[in-house]
């Protein structure tokens, strides 16, 4: 069970702004950065955001992404279908000593 | 440009050792910059992280995996190998090497392995 709670789906239509949410705790959210990986179906996970919202080079602006507290999300606008894939949020967790992983949400375009 | 490239047997028995080896290409593995990591997703699951390496030599370990768990550095190889020990059908999965940096930067491809007699 991961301690990284996320939504198990999103959706939207072309054109719309998603928006994917991570909830967690003081040991790691609340004390440390987070970071969003994208996996496209089939395919690794490729590092979306770091440092709460810090994009990679290479990463569209179309994604963006804030933390509040023990909250973070994640909010991708202009939906394609391209962007149709499993997100995850994680960050390291001073109780587990570990890094861990969301839930991962699924997300489609309609 | 890093590349990271898993390799290894992609069936275990039962109560073995599974072995797992990421070459490094494109830059060194002993850059005190970075760590080296392993995380492996079950069939149709999440991402679970098994642990990482720092160029100290120190390791961090997913809690419910240490006891089991061995991962180490070989620099004039420029790998980094993850031994996991009395595997079951639960350590089934496609396992990834990456590089961690500013979160885990650069992945490898994957590999399947199914624990299976």
């Known amino acids: 069970q991961s301690v990284l709670t996320q939504p198990p789906s999103a959706s939207g239509t072309p054109g719309q702004r998603v928006t994917i949410s991570c909830s967690g705790s003081?040991?790691?959210?609340?004390?440390?950065?987070i970071d969003w990986y994208q996996q496209l179906p089939g395919t690794a996970p490729k590092l979306l955001i770091y440092?709460?919202?810090q994009r990679p080079s290479g990463v569209p602006d179309r994604f963006s992404a804030s933390k509040s507290g023990t909250s973070a999300s994640l909010a991708i606008s202009g939906l394609q279908s391209e962007v149709e894939a499993n997100y995850y949020c994680?960050?390291?967790?001073?109780?587990?000593?570990?890094?861990?992983f969301g839930t991962g949400t699924e997300v489609t375009v309609l | 440009q890093l590349q990271l490239q898993e390799s290894g047997p992609g069936l275990v028995k039962p109560s073995e050792t599974l072995s797992l080896t990421c070459t490094v290409s494109?830059?060194?593995?002993?850059?005190?910059?970075?760590?080296w990591g392993w995380i492996r997703q079950p069939p149709g699951r999440g991402l679970e992280w098994i642990g990482s390496?720092?160029?100290?030599?120190?390791?961090y370990c997913h809690p419910s995996l240490k006891s089991r768990v061995t991962i180490s550095v070989d620099t004039s190889k420029n790998q980094f190998s993850l031994y996991l020990t009395s595997v079951t059908a639960a350590d089934t999965a496609v396992y990834y090497c990456?590089?961690?940096?500013?979160?885990?930067?650069?992945w490898g491809q994957g590999t399947l392995v199914t624990v299976s007699s």
């Open positions: 990456a590089r961690g940096g500013r979160g885990l930067v650069s």
């Open positions: 494109g830059g060194s593995i002993s850059s005190n910059t970075y760590y």
């Open positions: 390496i720092y160029d100290s030599g120190n390791t």
């Open positions: 003081s040991s790691n959210i609340g004390s440390h950065t």
């Open positions: 440092n709460n919202n």
């Open positions: 994680a960050a390291w967790d001073d109780s587990l000593i570990g890094y861990v």
